[in-house]
Structure formats: structure tokens, C-alpha cells
């Protein structure tokens, strides 16, 4: 299993990047750039401008640790499994934290290029929106 680790820091406060997070149903406002995001009680529906479809399940969210967890069962991965963490970085700053796990490896560079993407647009939204 390819294990994927992202971070990047974002000058906003940490818990306005947590609230962004944290809301499993709202990526598109901090990802702009998918076609379409809904909720089907626990499971994120996700399309990708790829036209992939995403069903991503909520695994948890942990206010405390400002910690969130889904999972990606079946479908062309055998298993996904990703969590995002917010951490305080600075006097006014975050350090965002992803992690992936796939299975089968061969994804893995598929999954980091999104992961870098997801992550400038994360960091552009979020700074733009809250200067």
C-alpha cells in the first residue's frame, strides 16, 4: 500500500481552515476547480473535471485534534483511506496536513499530483478569503 504525505502551510488562522475542513459537503468552496460535491448522508459524492466520481465515505471528525477521516472503498482502488489535519503553525498561520493511503500502489502517482493541486487551490481560497 502506497502511503501519501502532503503539507502545506497556509496563512490563516487555524480554525478558520478547520472550519473549511470540517465541512465534509462544502469542498467545492475551498476546491473550486471539481464539477460537483453532494452528500448522500455520510458519503461525499465527488466529480472530478477528470470526470472521475468519487464516493467517499466519513469516517470520522475529531473537533479536538481538528482531525478529519474518509475512506474510498472499491471502485478502481482496492482501498483509500485519507485524513487531513490542521495544525497551528506561526502566530497566524496553519499547517495543513493530508495523508492517503491506496491500494494499488500504481495510483499513488495520480493520487500525490491531485494531492498538490488540492492543496494550492486549498491554500489559495482560504488566503484569499480570509486576508
Keep these: 500500500m502506497a502511503s501519501l504525505y502532503k503539507e502545506i502551510v497556509i496563512n490563516t488562522a487555524p480554525e478558520t481552515v478547520w472550519a473549511a475542513i470540517r465541512d465534509f459537503g462544502a469542498v467545492r468552496a475551498i476546491v473550486p476547480g471539481l464539477v460537483d460535491c453532494r452528500l448522500e448522508d455520510d458519503v461525499r459524492i465527488v466529480t472530478f473535471p477528470d470526470g472521475r466520481v468519487a464516493r467517499e ?45 491506496v491500494l494499488p500502489d500504481t495510483f499513488a502517482g495520480l493520487i500525490g499530483t491531485n494531492m498538490n493541486r488540492g492543496l494550492i487551490a486549498i491554500k489559495r481560497s482560504l488566503e484569499e478569503s480570509n486576508p
Design 57 to 101: 465515505h466519513l469516517v470520522g471528525i475529531d473537533d479536538d485534534r481538528r482531525r478529519l477521516v474518509y475512506a474510498e472503498p472499491g471502485g478502481r482502488f482496492v482501498t483509500r483511506s485519507a485524513s487531513m489535519q490542521v495544525f497551528a503553525d506561526g502566530d497566524n498561520g496553519a499547517r495543513l496536513v493530508w495523508i492517503n493511503d
